[in-house]
């Protein structure tokens, strides 16, 4: 397996990256534990938590698995802050009051003396962002967090971010992680030109569109079994995302896959994987089975004519179900 630099940052990490969204619920803390080591067993380096994950579980039982497995050291641990985490005005955002604190209790919930790349889940339009950058600076220069980055963001405030650091001399975002699936190209258009001009690393949400280029779901029928739309309902951010057309190019997806002796989610994860400017899309397996499926990937490749074939299904920079309604700044929606 060839493993790729974190942005310009020189660091190593796998191709895929073990997301930990489902850790706590609804993936039991045994059960993760497994998954856990299982990616590890299969090449991953680089796994993703957040503090809002279950209320913090998810990195508690990120925290125990690392010490269980004594792989501390092997993993590049990344994890996010911004969301809400208490009752008071001050439990949320991207203020130097909320990160410092928010640092603290996911250092504790981690079991680590350090993070090694940490996140703002999203922005916070009100706030200047030299009071977050300042206050990641010092979270570096104390050596609680390696690297920075961000999540979800426009590529405007990407590149204000990067000027921001560039005039003050101080840490830089190395990486941002968006939504990005065969679904919602739309990154393409900015943030993946930015990105690669600028050297840094993009690591996708979401790259089997939460199941829907699985196959999981037929806009006739109900949420199946178990699924996330089961769990968030269809009012939901997700339950908005599951489109009558979405689920139209997942069914054109499927003898594409079939002919390639793949399943659908490899299908959609590799051609995520080998997307130009891409460094590590991040999965977030329920089941052992999910990830079992994701690690084939692997060590595949992505063919030109398999790239042209799913440009037809969905043109580049274009989409057909909306994975940017979880954040305040996209006006843009798909109409179906």
């Given at each position: ?104 209790d996911s250092l ?123 769990r968030s309902g ?103």
């Amino acid at each position: 397996m060839t493993y790729r630099n974190l942005g310009r940052t020189g660091v190593q990490v796998s191709p895929i990256c073990l997301g930990a969204m489902n850790f706590g619920g609804p993936t039991s803390e045994q059960d993760s534990v497994r998954i856990v080591d299982a990616a590890v067993d299969g090449g991953i380096n680089f796994i993703d938590t957040a503090n809002v994950y279950n209320a913090g579980e998810s990195e508690r039982i990120v925290g125990q698995a690392l010490k269980q497995n004594g792989r501390r050291d092997q993993v590049v641990l990344a994890t996010k802050a911004h969301g809400v985490m208490g009752p008071g005005p001050n439990d949320q955002g991207n203020s130097r009051y909320h990160l410092m604190r928010a640092c603290e209790d996911s250092l504790r919930r981690l079991g680590t003396d350090h993070i090694d790349l940490y996140q703002i889940h999203r922005p916070s339009l009100e706030i200047p962002q030299d009071e977050t950058l300042r206050a990641l600076d010092d979270l570096v220069r104390s050596g609680k967090v390696r690297y920075i980055g961000c999540s979800t963001h426009p590529a405007w405030m990407v590149m204000e971010a990067l000027m921001i650091s560039e005039r003050l001399g101080i840490a830089r975002y190395i990486s941002e992680q968006p939504p990005y699936n065969l679904l919602d190209r739309r990154i393409e258009n900015e943030l993946v030109p930015l990105a690669r001009r600028y050297g840094m690393a993009l690591l996708p949400w979401s790259p089997l569109a939460g199941g829907i280029l699985a196959g999981r779901y037929n806009d006739s029928e109900g949420a199946p079994e178990g699924s996330r739309l089961e769990r968030s309902g269809g009012e939901s951010p997700f339950g908005q995302r599951v489109s009558r057309r979405g689920v139209e190019v997942a069914r054109a997806l499927a003898p594409l896959a079939q002919q390639r002796g793949l399943t659908q989610s490899q299908f959609a994860l590799l051609w995520c994987k080998d997307q130009p400017g891409v460094t590590s899309p991040i999965i977030g397996p329920r089941t052992m089975e999910q990830l079992d499926d994701a690690l084939q990937v692997l060590e595949m490749r992505l063919a030109d004519q398999d790239r042209a074939r799913l440009d037809e299904l969905v043109g580049p920079g274009n989409a057909v179900s909306d994975f940017h309604n979880s954040n305040n700044w996209m006006r843009a929606r798909i109409a179906e």
